[in-house]
Nanobody, 121 residues
Framework: QVQLVESGGGLVQAGGSLTLSCAVS????????MAWFRQAPGKEREFVAG?????IYGDSVEGRFTISGDSAKNTVFLQMNGLKPEDTAVYYC?????????????????WGQGTQVTVSS
């Protein structure tokens, strides 16, 4: 069974950068679409980025965030640049048993526990 463990969250000033990691165990991530979502208090879970046969980004992060993977480490990353206070949220790694990336959270069957990112103004 696939398990996901996120790390790398923290407190950063606006304009700064942060890299999140998602360690994948149980199966190689190349068999899946891997994605990042985020959820701020009182808001719905929001798609951030996903990569499978191709890569897609949410409108609010395109051009600032980059999703990538290291197959040797079986780890997926989210490089976040130009962070804004509105990027503050719990960030979740997710896996979908298909190589077709989607924006819909319901199509992802495996989730990590989340890591908090806080951007101060």
């Amino acid at each position: 069974q696939v398990q996901l463990v996120e790390s790398g969250g923290g407190l950063v000033q606006a304009g700064g950068s942060l890299t999140l990691s998602c360690a994948v165990s149980g199966r190689t991530f190349s068999s899946y679409t891997m994605a990042w979502f985020r959820q701020a208090p009182g808001k719905e879970r929001e798609f951030v980025a996903g990569t499978g046969a191709w890569t897609i980004y949410g409108d609010s992060v395109e051009g600032r965030f980059t999703i990538s993977g290291d197959s040797a480490k079986n780890t997926v990353f989210l490089q976040m640049n130009g962070l804004k206070p509105e990027d503050t949220a719990v960030y979740y790694c997710a896996a979908r048993n298909s190589r077709v990336p989607t924006h819909a959270a319901v199509t992802y069957s495996v989730w990590g526990q989340g890591t908090q990112v806080t951007v101060s103004s």
